[in-house]
């Protein structure tokens, strides 16, 4: 080879490595919002084996129950892989031709010999269970035996992290199509790294799911309100919204006002509002049907629930009366489900309060009417049920979690705002630091995401101390040997650069430094106020200290060490 052809050969080869270097960072640029909030949803896994999450495992006895043995009921699997909460307990009473002769819920007839027979059904809708059973199912064929943590890791991977991810997609289109993109881009990382999504898209319980349904139910009928998406559209909408029970119960409260969207904005005049209603029911109908049969099998009718069979007589009366124990409201559930300072939707995601301001008059525009008035209409349904239901059943959880599917329809209204305030300095630095705040706090809770309902302050007392202390989830960096801190280092530097871009994305051009100024403000009082909540009196104080040790003796990985192997020899969740 000629010095020139080497030469030449060189300064091509450099030409393409340049060229390939600047589409990527165009890529970069033009995608972060959903590139740093995938990279830490993918990145974590924050589990505690030894508290065996009962929300999720109940739903995953299932699934093994499914695979294994061919059956809904988890006797054996419980005899196999150990008890666990949240379960259905069916105490059946025979007659002498061997026919089922009565129903009742197993604490309601221990000890009476008739009711001998008892079967055993997670209390949840079955939608998760089955979603894990392919899982499950390649993991056996593959590996055979699957412990407890591998089985946990890979059903929430598949079936809640995933789907939380893909949802982000449709949440920054439909938020493009209304918004500024660097607003649209701004709200988008917040609502991903700032809100209940991240916290439950990390964990295998239902509520972010419920949320992606609903979502894509309502995403399918905008796209069909502007001609964008064929009639087809609205059967789509339909299987979705018959996806979003099955998945939760709760989460019927949307579907009515999603309803009356879909066939009040469907093009075509009446004979196009009766094609939409036809379309949605076919899609419905088949998952309805599947919902009826399931608890026709597990339960005896097809419109009885788990939450009639609970084998814990203390839950048993939150959900008794009203619709699963929707009654009426109560002052303390709403003012601690949206302000308190240990999981209100607000104090955990501030910027969420910016949606208030944003259903003001003003913003209800022909584009914008339809969806502003479904936003309000779905607020004031789950302003309802969170204030009618029983606060002390959210149990161990980071925020409300039964709101969590509320959340995706608080964000135009909150973005409408936000657009409007980038015109005045104080205002623009308000929405930034918010939008911080939010992504800092609910991604420090995420990282713990088990927070028992007894602390005061959970952010100030154990999450953030346990970030400092180095106590970090288990990460795709531990789960292969690498410590913490250094493993999950990546997945705080994307919480602190998502919020540091999306704070900047909001303030104005001009007089940049004043908003900055403001938004810094905003965080310090906001963030001072929170942390000077503190244990009312010494008797709590001491019991919220025993609850930070219990916590700390039982958190994984612990500081300088890899996280346990993912797929040890023995199933760890065995008693």
């Known amino acids: 080879m000629t010095p020139g052809r080497g030469s030449a050969i060189l300064l091509s080869t450099l030409g393409r490595f340049g060229r ?19 990279f830490a949803y993918l990145y974590i896994f ?24 061919g059956t809904l009921e988890i006797n054996r699997v419980l005899r196999e892989h150990g008890y666990v909460g949240d379960l259905s307990c069916v105490a059946v009473a025979r007659d002498a031709q061997d026919n089922i002769e009565e129903r009742r819920a197993c604490p309601a007839v221990r000890g009476q010999k008739r009711f001998g027979e008892q079967h055993y059904f997670p209390s ?58 660097r607003v649209a881009d701004a709200v988008t990382v917040a609502y991903a790294l700032g809100t209940l999504a991240f916290s439950y898209s990390e964990l295998f319980m239902s509520h972010q799911t419920t949320a992606v349904m609903v979502f894509v139910s309502f995403y399918a009928l905008w796209r069909a309100r502007r001609g964008e998406w064929p009639a087809w559209g609205y059967l789509v909408a339909g299987l979705f919204a018959g996806l979003t029970v099955a998945a939760e119960y709760t989460g019927a409260l949307g579907l009515v006002p999603l309803a009356i969207y879909g066939v009040l904005t469907a093009p075509g005049g009446a004979r196009g509002r009766l094609r939409a209603a ?35 007589a203390a839950y048993q009366g939150w959900h008794v009366g009203g619709f699963l124990g929707i009654k009426l409201p109560d002052a ?50 789950y ?18 979690r039964h709101l969590t599917s509320l959340v995706p329809f608080l964000l135009l209204p909150a973005g409408l705002f936000i657009q409007a305030a980038r015109a005045r300095v104080a205002l623009a630095g308000l929405s930034a630091g918010l939008v911080a705040l939010s992504i800092l706090a609910t991604s420090a809770m995420t990282f713990l995401n088990y927070i028992p309902d007894s602390l005061t302050n959970a952010l100030y007392q ?19 040997g690498v410590p913490n801190p250094w493993a999950g280092l990546p997945a705080v530097l994307a919480i602190v650069a998502s919020a540091v871009i999306a704070a900047a994305m909001l303030l104005p051009a001009e007089r940049w430094k004043g908003s900055a100024l403001a938004a810094l403000a905003v965080v ?7 942390a000077s909540v503190r244990p009312e009196n010494p008797a709590r104080q001491r019991r919220d200290e025993g609850t930070f040790q219990f916590l700390e003796q039982r958190y994984l990985p612990r500081p300088g060490q890899p996280s346990p192997p993912l797929w040890g020899a023995r199933d760890e969740g065995r008693r």
């Open 332 to 381: 303390r559930a709403f003012a601690l489900s949206f302000f308190s300072p240990l999981r209100g939707l607000f104090a955990l995601s501030p910027f969420l309060l910016l949606a208030l301001p944003g259903f003001a008059p003003r913003f209800w525009t022909r584009e914008h009417r339809p969806e502003l008035a479904l936003g309000l209409a779905v607020l004031a349904l």
């Open 46 to 69: 924050p589990y505690l084996p030894e508290l065996r999450s009962p929300n999720e495992l109940c739903r995953l006895h299932q699934t093994r129950a499914l695979v294994d043995h």
């Open 124 to 181: 949840k809708s079955p939608l998760l269970s089955f979603m894990a059973v392919p899982v499950y199912a390649a993991l056996k064929a593959f590996f055979g035996p699957v412990p407890e943590v591998p089985l946990v890791f890979f059903a929430r991977f598949f079936c809640t992290v995933l789907p939380g991810v893909l949802l982000l997609v449709l949440v920054r289109r439909f938020l493009r199509a209304k918004l500024e993109p």
């Open 524 to 530: 310090a009082v906001i963030a001072g106020g929170h």
């Open 278 to 312: 036809a379309l949605g029911l076919a899609g419905v109908l088949p998952l309805a049907l599947a919902l009826a049969w399931y608890h026709h099998a597990a339960f005896g009718s097809p419109l009885a629930t788990g939450y009639k069979y609970l084998n814990d």
């Open 383 to 400: 302003t309802y049920f969170t204030s009618s239901f029983t606060y002390d059943s959210w149990g161990w959880t980071t925020g409300p």
């Open 462 to 480: 154990v999450a953030l101390p346990f970030i400092g202390k180095g106590y970090l989830p288990h990460n795709l960096l531990s789960l292969i």
């Open 20 to 38: 390939f270097r600047a589409k990527s960072l165009s890529f970069l640029r033009a995608h972060w919002a959903l590139l740093l909030p995938a």
